[in-house]
């Protein structure tokens, strides 16, 4: 049986059921190491400006271990942020034949595929993009450091094609590269829970034949819901509703917009909504809008497509590539562009029967996203690696 050991910096809704797909298999014992250390209590998440505990199991059935952070100011934010003195000691304890990294930019993460370079297999996956490269001599820098950085790494699971251009970019090549699409939990998003979504729109006084846009994640500046906000007031569609859920530091200068606009009785607002309720959320939907200016992946789109909502996404968005099929099941839009994002919004609001057919479409395209591709792609790996 082939041991895997799994570094990655502490519980994530996303990552979970994957570590548990991999223990269930019968050819591979696996190990998680969490890096960032053992949490004491609920973390406070800046984005959304306040303390976030999710509200679904992130330990249960698989094998995992906490890792000491000495580091002054503990964090995933910051390269420095993870420092684990016994890291090595600890992952050489359990023998593995294989290391899967999950992020580089870490100062423990980076020695422990510096340290296991030429030891062990080193797998690696992250959702780095090209779409927002720098130019001058930043890039250039970048560029050395990067391609001396994935020297060390033996295999990349790409989350798509943004990401796998992004590897061969920086020194991988085709044969070091195997899909591992970026996914969510498809069948608890898709159960179908059309009563509760009713009642959240007779809640905000959307009726029926009403159109809802939906924005949901974090309020701030690099996801412009500002352009979002602005693009749906000059649409000025009575029947038209935008919902924006979330929290975070661009909230206020949100609300004071949405609160002296004409539209203002079409704009709603929700707090941040944990996990469980988030099906319902999108099930209310009839469009998910992703504006951010900057974005690796937006599995919040994953999401959308799984409960059937059509998509419109920045071109800075990573997945746009892959799963926003124009014309199928929603439109993408030029980044940072409020008349190309308002002419969007025009066409896709025209007909709340094409939003349907969109969504339908989206639910058929994200069904092969999921987390068993990704398990079977490193089980794969795993097993033909030369011993």
């Known amino acids: 049986m082939k041991k895997l050991a799994v570094i990655t910096t502490h519980p994530i809704q996303y990552y979970a059921p994957i570590f548990r797909l991999l223990q269930q298999r019968n050819n591979i014992s696996l190990k998680v190491f969490y890096t ?92 780095s993009t090209l779409l927002n490269e720098t130019s001058g001599l930043k890039k250039t820098l970048r560029y050395v450091f990067l391609k001396w950085v994935y020297n060390n790494v033996t295999h990349a699971f790409y989350v798509g094609e943004n990401n796998k251009a992004y590897y061969l970019k920086y020194g991988l090549k085709e044969s070091q590269l195997s899909f591992a699409p970026h996914a969510i939990d498809n069948e608890r998003f898709g159960l179908k829970r059309g009563d509760e979504a009713e009642e959240l729109r007779t809640s905000l006084h959307i009726g029926k034949q ?25 649409l000025n569609k009575p029947n038209v509703h935008l919902l924006l859920t979330g929290n975070g530091p661009g909230e206020k200068k949100l609300k004071d917009i949405a609160a002296s606009s004409d ?76 008349n190309n994002l308002t002419r969007n919004l025009q066409h896709l609001t025209n007909d709340k029967a094409q939003l349907v057919r969109l ?29």
């Open 36 to 127: 960032l250390g053992e949490p004491t209590a609920p973390k406070h998440d800046p984005g959304f400006g306040k303390t976030v505990s999710w509200d679904i199991p992130l330990l249960d059935g698989y094998d995992f271990e906490w890792l000491d952070n000495v580091a002054p100011a503990p964090g995933s934010h910051y390269f420095k942020g993870i420092i684990n003195p016994g890291a090595i000691e600890q992952i050489k304890k359990y023998q593995p034949d294989a290391l899967l990294v999950f992020g580089w930019a870490y100062q423990s993460h980076l020695k422990i595929i510096r340290h296991f370079n030429g030891i062990l297999p080193i797998y690696f996956r992250g959702d």
């Open 210 to 234: 009403d159109i809802l846009v939906l924005y949901a994640g974090k309020f701030e500046p690099v996801k412009n819901i500002d352009l979002l906000l602005t693009a749906f007031i000059a």
């Open 263 to 338: 539209a203002a009785a079409n704009i709603h607002f929700m707090d941040f909504t944990n996990q469980s309720y988030m099906p319902v959320l999108y099930q209310a939907a009839d469009l998910f809008c992703l504006p951010s200016t900057s974005e690796t992946w937006g599995l919040s789109v994953n999401e959308a497509m799984a409960c059937g909502v059509a998509i419109l996404a920045s071109d800075k968005v990573g997945c746009a590539a892959d799963l926003a099929q124009i014309g199928e099941n929603g439109a993408v839009f030029r980044a940072g562009d409020e």
């Open 359 to 387: 969504g339908r479409q989206s639910e058929l395209i994200i069904k092969d996203w999921s987390f068993t591709k990704i398990a079977e792609a490193i089980e794969n790996k795993l097993l033909n690696e030369a011993t």
